[in-house]
């Protein structure tokens, strides 16, 4: 498709594929990256819109490995078409849904179905992620020949783990063939049973029900061992505890192709924020509440886990940050805490919150990009290299954002039909300016600033 020529003057550009980090421009046109550098003025076509990047970012766009974009079956908490564009107004230029739908991603026209709504409504790429069992059921292994064939860039069940131990290691074996991860969630349920919230202190004040970081640790080991068997291709979901980066971190130093993700909010809040208050100290004496926008899978855990987790994504044992978004309607947590769904809307609030690990400097700016372009590229394998690079002849997939534009999260205001997030109300530091979908630009917000037209 033709798209027209833009030119981002000025910004910092950060393009992990080449280790760049360096005040310059960055043309784009006919949907791809022209040049990236100094653009000499006699280089900048005719009619070219110039945009002002001064104090902005420029990289590729966010690539999400997880999350849950509801369609076919839940359209009345999510559809391709919405989060698609809550994933550009993020800053994310690629999405990977799961398959716990209705019904679930398990063969080849599921596939096509969310391809052809892609095609109808999206505004960035969508690539559909199979499950890992038919209907996602944990009995008998999905065709996943079949899936891959049909454009399946990774297996998984999602919401529920691969419980049989003898499936999973099956699951792994072809995965290595096929050349596409299995993205376990690791929870053992005989472990977790009914289980709302993390293990200690706020679950018993609270009365609740929690969940041990064994129920996470004692699988992924699993996984880790089934792995080695194999040779296959193990990718472990949304790592919650200390427990899982110390085992991703032994497995990593014996060579093992292993890799994982950490969310936003496993990385920036606590369980001290289910009480509702968000994470300021709580009277407990004085009668308890609890915010149900807190409950997600896995759970917000203590404040060692969450060092442990950002320890980890800086220096490289936990390859991406993946959103998990997990939109609800509000009914669903407008219940008591123990029936309230799982699930929190990330994707418009991820970078703001992955700022702060930038602002309080506990990750750097390369590394918080590198975790969401190439790192996440890397998990998918090589053939999606491009998506996560700003060289020449690559996709025009680019975020710009203003890491320092101050803005307090109204979910009114999402473009995602979740507005399930605690952070309603908080101030986040750092948010997106334009995001460009092949060349398009697919959002554009208050930040950003357009310099003088060069005419035609
Ligand atoms: O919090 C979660 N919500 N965790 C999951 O694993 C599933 C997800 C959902 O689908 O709502």
Redesign the pocket.
Known sequence: METENILIRRARVIDPSRQLDRVGDVLIGGGQIIATGRVAVDRIPDGCTIIDGSGLVAAPGFIDLHC?LREPGFEYKETIAAGSKAGAKGGFTTLCC?P?TDPAIDNASVVEFIHQRAREGAVVRILPIGCVTKGRKGKELAEMEELASAGAVAFSD??DPVYDSNIMKLALAYSADLGRPISN?CQEKSLSCNGVMAEGPVATHLGLDGIPAAAEETMIARDISLAEATGGRLHVAHLSTAGSVALLREAKERGLPVTSEVCPHHLTITDSWVFGNKGAPVDVAGGMAYDTTTK??PPLRAQTDVDALVRGLADGVIDCVAT?H?P?DVISKQVTYQDA????SVLETALGSLLQLVHGRKLSMGAMVERLTSGPARVLGESYADLASMVPGTPADIVLFDPNAEWTVDPAEFESKGKNTPLAGTTLKGRVAATFASGQMVYQGPELRFGEPRPR
């Open positions: 849950h799961m716990n999602d919401g969630h997600v899978y998990d997990a609800h769904s799982f699930g929190i």
